[in-house]
């Protein structure tokens, strides 16, 4: 029989860092992640300055520096005239050494995480793994099922397993954690087009018609994202690829000249874009972390942040009771209970930001409804350079601030 004290199911951002976290505490933990790699375009590229901070803890500053990176300070939403762009979150005005977020391809961080994790004999990860089901007994959750890529089955069992598979999460079909939905108005696609020397970097934004388009640097080309009104990828997909490209260049006329590199739809993808939380995200053996217990709209780009940030919680709750062996029902639940005001609050101001102002954007209305309102709160908002902090700050670093566990710092 395969044992592991904690079995960690996804080895999203969530998934490697808690194992890196736990397994530098001396943890016997696995990872069990259904990819072969980590190479995955669709998948957000913001590392916040909380995240930053916590690389820092854990040594490992200088061996992220060395990633192929953009740096960003701004946070911008389209509240100004016509739907121009507005700084709502100028991280580059707070204190510090990381008052800035760095646009870093995931895979390049996950590949970071691992490889440091390797280094920790208590630590194993096992790539083109799917879990499959939960083991149980007596009601406790005591390991998964899993199969891997070449047909291969097995059962792991563990202490605890920590379901960090991201919002298609298995977890989710256990009907006592109950999932709550809020409704979103936008849909993504993402798709490539080439970069210049002479471009603008880092994050770029732009406003089209009934369509919100963001493009991230990645160097050699940049990695489009366009939304679009919920449920209209086959209604647009149908009027052409030629009206979506030219809607495209007016949210940014620099790229107006490529464009028509896009050869075909079958190079747009279509991100369903969700937003929901477990109203409980555990039972006894099991706890959901990351988007597993509450996905996250692309809003603010503060996903990755929401889950690193539920990672160095859980590590910091779990550490002493799964070294000791006691891991109970009142440590899992401590970590909902640490983790639920922060994830409630970011997910009330994504559902503000899509009700006031991403919905009557791409409905081609004005933000907040009205042009005048629209344009004294972006006024409000950028005028007090004090009060600019305040959302700086939580964008940064989120409603409060997690340290990892004394063991994992190097
Ligand atoms: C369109 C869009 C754009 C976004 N952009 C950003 C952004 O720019 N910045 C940002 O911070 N956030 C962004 N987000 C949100 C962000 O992607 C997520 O909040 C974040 O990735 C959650 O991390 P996670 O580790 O919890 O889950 P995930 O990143 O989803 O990772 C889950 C992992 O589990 C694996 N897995 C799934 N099921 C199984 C299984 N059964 N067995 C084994 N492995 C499994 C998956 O392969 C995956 O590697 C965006 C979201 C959307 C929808």
Request: proline share 6%; with cysteine.
């Amino acid at each position: 029989m395969e044992r592991t004290t904690c079995c960690v199911v996804g080895g999203g951002p969530a998934g490697m860092v808690l194992a890196l976290l736990l397994a530098r505490a001396g943890v016997a933990v696995t990872v069990l992640e259904k990819h072969g790699d980590f190479l995955r375009d669709f998948r957000g590229d913001t590392v916040h300055p909380s995240t930053l901070a916590l690389l820092d803890d854990l040594g490992l500053t200088e061996r992220f520096a060395r990633l192929p990176q953009r740096r960003v300070t701004t946070v911008q939403l389209p509240l100004g005239r016509d739907g121009s762009l507005v700084t709502v979150g100028d991280i580059g005005a707070l204190r510090g050494r990381f008052n800035y977020i760095a646009m870093v391809p995931q895979w390049d961080l996950l590949d970071l995480l691992a490889d440091e994790a390797g280094r920790e004999p208590s630590f194993s990860l096992r790539m083109s793994t799917e879990a499959t089901s939960f083991l149980t007994e007596r009601g406790r959750v005591t390991g998964v099922r899993y199969r891997t890529a070449d047909g291969r089955t097995g059962e792991l069992r563990a202490t605890l397993t920590v379901a960090c598979d991201g919002r298609g999460s298995l977890a989710r079909s256990l009907p006592e954690l109950r999932l709550r939905r809020f409704t979103c108005p936008m849909d993504a696609w993402w798709f490539r087009l080439p970069r210049r020397a002479d471009d603008p970097h880092g994050l770029v934004g732009g406003v089209g018609d009934r369509l919100l388009a963001a493009m991230i640097d990645r160097g050699e080309y940049w990695q489009c994202a366009a939304l679009i009104p919920k449920g209209t990828d086959a209604e647009r997909r149908a009027a052409g690829l030629a009206p979506f490209m030219a809607n495209y260049a007016v949210a940014a006329p620099w790229l107006a000249d490529r464009v028509h590199a896009l050869g075909s739809w079958d190079e747009v993808k279509l991100l369903d874009v969700r937003l929901d939380r477990l109203r409980r995200w555990h039972r006894p053996g099991l706890l959901c972390i990351g988007d597993a217990a509450h996905a996250m709209s692309p809003v603010f780009g503060i996903g990755i942040n929401l889950a690193v940030e539920d990672a160095v919680a859980a590590a910091r709750y779990l550490v002493e009771p799964l070294r000791a062996g006691t891991v109970g029902l009142r440590d899992v639940r401590a970590v909902q209970r640490r983790r639920w005001p922060t994830t409630a609050l970011t997910q009330a101001l994504q559902r503000f930001a899509h009700a006031r102002v991403i919905g009557p954007v791409l409905a081609g209305e004005a933000p907040f409804g009205n042009p005048r309102r629209a344009r004294r709160m972006a006024e409000w908002v950028t005028t007090s350079r004090r009060l600019n902090r305040v959302p700086a700050y939580f964008l940064a670093y989120g409603a409060v601030r997690e340290r990892p566990p004394a063991a994992s710092v190097r």
